[in-house]
């Protein structure tokens, strides 16, 4: 060898590139679904949560999730399982309970930071996209250090998910009283074991579980439930976006029952 | 075969340019092979960084059209035929020259962070762990300590501010490793990830976990559990509490006292003197040069009849223990 490799010279600079990204696949496609997607659903759900009525079908004793528990002066008395005692105003969700729990749950999630983070906050919009942030701390100051309190609306999202159990129960006896079984059944159904199952594939709850624990043959039990909780949390994105979907399917079907714009299919009664 | 267009980045700290070249590919070769028929046809002097040609060593990092990739493990099949193929070094680390970085900040990170604790009164060799208390632990042994995981995370990548503060992805998977571990004595990790690591910073959009080539969870396995064992200790309220009544693990609030490892030298041991784990190691002095400013290859005109030290003729061993810039536990 006739020539000196470069030594390096303290000198600590980066490469020079010019370019921001050289990606040169659709790296932006999966932000701008999901920007999409979260946008279209939350304006879907504040119009239907405003809406203040299509919200009960009273002959199949049908309650949306999104109006449950149905808690305001305002509700219907029968819709109200567990009474009325919310003052009734246009700006006052009918669930005001349950609601705000059931966003911060979302909003705290460690899938739907992610989503968010990438998709509105552009921090990053992509890997290896330049942040569109100059300055950034991520979650150690007020407000993101807040998202340490994951748990809590875990714990608050698992009371939420029993009432719609509820709903699902009593969605099966008729007004009359006798046992019934429609669609709206199957699919009230459907959305509750969805719910909870992307309740049980929080990442909190993975580690309340067992995930906190330093010998997993010290707590078998623990552990084969940790083990299982694991599993559904490889697919708590899938189900994140599940239950969306069969939160705003089942809304839209117990609208369209409510409003008269087409009718049940019934298989019992 | 096939000729493709390549765009390759050539330079060093002062400055660099992507260059064009057209290079022969032939079926089942990996972006690293095309490197090495660069270098033998037309840039001998292209610097890149390679060793096991197999995705086990994680030499051979860099980035190919913006994605932080091992080239040996990136298959030219993967691209178009047409498709003009950029690579260009790590970004996120100081450039030395054309495509080999200086990781090193990677390495000042993992002597930060304190080696496994062996737990009192069992000798070494009477370990005994059930398989699944450690195999949480093994994912993360995995590693092939290839730095795509640092080298991506917008925490550093974009704010190099934050690389005094920040551990990064890969020091989290250490952290959790031996936060899991059975034996591991000790019990302030999760102070430590806390105050010294900076896993606050992390705002999980997993990147990490995607450019990972061992396909380890980061994300999912280690740095959110994590995150949930800080919780516990710092702000839970419940826990905390539950563990004040219950008189549960105790452990001494270590954290908030201790000095930040990034801010000078750190006394590790009563005994011991203060450990500076962000100290630039000295570099060698280059070899001298002849009259013709040419190193003297020849042997005869050498002052010695074996190889210059790898570590540079002016180091002598052993090393004075003050000056070294990690903790030797049986060097005082």
Known sequence: MTTLATRPTGAKARAEISAKTLRTDRWWLAPLITAVGLFAWVAYATFRVFMQKWYWVDEYHYLTPFYSPCVSEGCEPAAAHFGRFIPDSPWIPYAALSLPFLLLFRLTCYYYRKAYYRAFWMSPPACAVPDGHKNYSGETRFPLIFQNLHRYAFYAAVIISIFNTYDAIMAMQKANGDFGFGLGNVILWVNVIMLWAYTASCHSCRHIIGGR?????????RYRAWTFVSKLNTRHMGLAWITLATLAITDFYIMALAAGWFSDLRFVG | MSVRKFKVWRGDSGGGQLNDYQV????????????????????PDLACRWNCKAGKCGSCSMEINGMPRLSCMTRMSTFEENETVTVTPLRTFPVIRDLVTDVSYNYTKARELPAFAPPPGVAPGDYRMQQIDVERSQEFRKCIECFLCQNTCHVVRDHEPNKEEFAGPRYFIRAAELDMHPLDAKNDRKEFAKS????????????CTEVCPEHIKITDNAIIPMKERVVDRRYDPLVVLGRKILRRDQIAPTA???????????????????VDFGREPTPPLPPELNA?????????????SAAASPFGDDLSFPVDPKGLNYYHPDKH
């Open chain 2, 196 to 207: 010294q690591q900076g896993l606050g910073y992390c705002n999980i959009t997993k990147c």
């Open chain 2, 292 to 304: 013709k400013g040419h190193v003297n290859l020849n042997e005869m005109l050498s002052d010695r």
């Open chain 2, 24 to 43: 022969e590919v032939n079926e089942g070769e990996v972006v690293l092979d095309v490197i090495h028929r660069l270098q033998a046809t037309q840039e």
């Open chain 2, 256 to 274: 908030s006292a201790e000095p930040t490892v990034h801010a000078g030298p750190v006394k590790v041991a009563d005994d011991m003197a203060p």
């Open chain 1, 213 to 221: 624990l330093k010998h997993f043959s010290k707590h078998p039990v």
